[in-house]
């Protein structure tokens, strides 16, 4: 059964950029206890660029625990802990070869739909220190995937996932990633 490993927030953060300052909420932070859940995204939580980050289609962003060790590998000497890749929700059991656009999740009382696969910005290089991250994030195929809200409440570490619908005529996060990849190629 999938679980929540880490429950993870941010407030935005101003840096420096190729010359310029821009504002990011990717540094993401395990938080303890108890986390409201609202339409919008979880209590604390605030995103830097409302154009491409949140709203209700990207309430919260979804990460798997599973991803961490292929990174670790991939970029040794790199502190990977949870919410190190922007998400709100380090988890261990739902990959994206498996879980399908539409599904519905509750964790508690809390209903999630998964939404759509993330496709990082450059925000992800600039916290990472690599011009080359967001190439290799894509190549690697691991995306981690939205969820809308359908039913706030409050979620925390430890909870159990239940899937309480799929469609599997709908395409998996892993198809619509590389159908969005290859769209944009």
Known sequence: MAKIVSVNIARPRELSWRGRRVRTGIYKEPVPGPVAVHRLGLAGDLQADLRFHGGIQKAVYLYPNEHYEFWREELPGVELLPGAFGENLTTQGLLENDTHIGDRLRVGPVIFEVTEP???????????????????????????????????????????IERISHDPQNPSVKQAFVTNRTASA
Request: glycine share 12%; proline share 2%.
């Open 118 to 160: 993330r496709s990082p910005c450059f925000k992800l290089a600039l916290k990472f220190g690599r011009r080359d991250i967001v190439k290799r994030f894509l190549a690697s195929g691991r995306s981690g995937f939205y969820l809308a809200v359908v039913q706030e409440g409050k979620i925390e570490s430890g909870l159990l």
